[in-house]
């Protein structure tokens, strides 16, 4: 069973930010949070990780507040290429690693 | 960059085939995985290896067996198919196991078994 809970689907339009909200209450002490990318026929692809407060890079931006308990991926001004699975894990190690369901954002022109 | 290769993107196999699905990465990365993804069920973790000749079960294990005796190559093996084995299938490489590991995924490789 996946540890993390995302919104199933998300709609949005092209040039809107888009935020994906993931809960992970019983996060471990030592996990990090790491965000996938998948698009449809293609293997998921690394979008960012974090441990705590904010980390940035050119493709996202990723929040996790004090208590850890929840993040969100945020996504600036997306257009329609950004349309894919967006998967929150809890990163315990490769082999421990599970992918839940994930969450389909589309975006529409 | 990271490359995971997958050898195949389609297959189509009969029941009964025994059926090689290939992976190599060119990262020198110590661990590989295989995964499955159907449909409503996410991903799968079916093995994984974190050493050459190493091997451990993931959660779904059964009807597969796994070869690694190069770093760079891990085989998947259906010895016998079925068609409740047609999946896509996900060949996964990362550098260490650790709390911050970054896995780095091949393209997949979409099995039909008729």
């Known amino acids: 069973l996946a540890k993390t809970t995302q919104p199933i689907s998300m709609d949005s339009y092209e040039g809107q930010e888009v935020n994906i909200t993931c809960s992970h209450n019983?996060?471990?002490?030592?996990?990090?949070i790491t965000w996938y990318q998948q698009f449809p026929s293609q293997g998921p692809r690394f979008i960012i990780q974090?441990?705590?407060t904010k980390v940035t890079n050119e493709v996202a931006s990723l929040f996790i507040p004090a208590d850890r308990k929840s993040s969100t991926l945020s996504l600036p001004r997306v257009s329609l290429s950004d349309t894919a699975v967006y998967y929150c894990?809890?990163?315990?190690?490769?082999?421990?690693?599970?992918f839940g369901a994930g969450t389909r954002l589309f975006v529409k022109a | 960059d990271v490359k995971v290769t997958q050898s195949s993107r389609y297959l189509v196999k009969r029941t009964g085939e025994k059926v090689f699905l290939e992976c190599v990465q060119d990262?020198?990365?110590?661990?590989m995985f295989w995964y499955r993804q159907d449909p409503g069920l996410g991903l799968r973790l079916i093995y994984f290896?974190?050493?050459?000749?190493?091997?451990e079960k993931g959660d779904i294990p059964e009807g597969y067996s796994v070869s690694r005796e190069k770093k760079e190559r891990f085989s998947l093996i259906l010895e016998s198919a079925s068609t409740n084995q047609t999946s896509m299938y996900l060949c996964?490489?990362?550098?260490?196991?650790?709390?911050?590991?970054?896995?780095?995924f091949g393209s997949g490789t979409q099995l039909s078994v008729l």
């Open positions: 996964a490489s990362s550098f260490a196991t650790g709390f911050n590991e970054k896995l780095f």
């Open positions: 019983n996060i471990a002490t030592n996990d990090y």
């Open positions: 974090g441990y705590k």
């Open positions: 894990l809890e990163n315990t190690g490769g082999f421990k690693t599970i």
């Open positions: 990262m020198d990365h110590e661990n």
């Open positions: 290896s974190y050493d050459v000749k190493m091997k």
